[in-house]
């Protein structure tokens, strides 16, 4: 049985496919309320909950000089305002335990990014604070291992958890992802997220930043939700090649309709036949 989480008000769980997006670093509002507003607009239409995901700190960029947000303080003014404007849940990562309890106070969901997904201290100090969290899977680290990063949160009396698959690392400078790991963590009794931008992500591929095969993402978000995902994460922005990170695995917002109503029917038909 899988457990349905609740961001504010919109539950997330194994009755209704859920979709977790945005873009993959704050930008400017004009940009956060064009994503903000198409995917309200067509998540409302179809029936997906739907929650907006940002970061305000890109911590683990491949150069010194890759941008990384705007930061902590503003970063999360930006979330608050653009959350209190749409009407919508918000989704940030936290990278440090002394962050924990200020994210909390204005995100619906604390993430917890996939290099960091061991790091102890840091996962149970966002539990500690009661937010639900979405903790993704190392791109080095098996799915069954991921019982045990549970167990963490579990220990500070937080059972409001998901886990994003993102791919695992495939020789240099690529990921492959394997569909057998959604099945396999949801047996945990926890939603189950795949994460289609980052899994075709080419870390460090350019040299000075990653690249990606974001023409692959719908394939593969197609395939996971056939697989049992209970929800999507997908990094989208009106113009991938002018995105402040991770363009080039992005779904550009004008294909995400499309995508999101065949996903939909997917998951309607696994739900309709007793998955």
Not at 54 to 59: G, H, I, L, P, Y
Request: charged letters at 20%; hydrophobic letters at 45%.
């Amino acid at each position: 049985m899988i457990k349905t989480i609740y961001a504010g008000t919109v539950e997330l769980g194994p009755d209704r496919l859920f979709l977790i997006a945005g873009p993959c670093a704050i930008e400017a509002q004009a940009v956060l309320d064009e994503i903000a507003g198409e995917l309200k607009e067509v998540c409302a239409r179809l029936g997906i909950p739907f929650v907006f995901k940002a970061s305000f700190d890109k911590a683990n960029r491949t150069s010194i000089k890759g941008p990384r947000g705007p930061g902590l303080l503003k970063g999360l003014e930006a979330l608050g305002a653009l959350k209190a404007r749409y009407d919508v849940p918000i989704q940030t990562d936290v990278h440090e335990p002394s962050q924990a309890a200020q994210v909390a106070a204005v995100s619906d969901i604390l993430q917890i990014p996939a290099f960091l997904c061991r790091q102890t201290d840091l996962i149970v100090a966002a539990a500690e604070t009661g937010a639900p969290l979405n903790i993704k899977k190392g791109q080095f680290m098996a799915p069954w291992d991921m019982r045990a990063i549970l167990g963490k949160a579990e220990s500070a009396g937080n059972t409001s958890l998901m886990l994003t698959e993102r791919g695992t690392t495939f020789g240099y400078n690529n990921l492959v992802a394997d569909m057998r790991s959604i099945p396999i963590m949801r047996e945990f009794g926890y939603p189950v997220v795949f994460d289609a931008t980052h899994s075709v992500q080419r870390p460090g591929g350019l040299g000075t930043a990653s690249g990606g095969d974001g023409a692959l993402a719908p394939a593969l978000a197609r395939a996971a939700v056939a697989a049992g995902a209970d929800g999507l994460f997908i990094e989208t922005h009106p113009r991938p090649e002018k995105a402040l990170s991770d363009g080039p695995n992005m779904i550009p917002l004008s294909k995400m309709p499309a995508l999101l109503e065949q996903c939909k029917r997917i998951r309607e038909i696994l739900v309709e036949g007793g998955e």
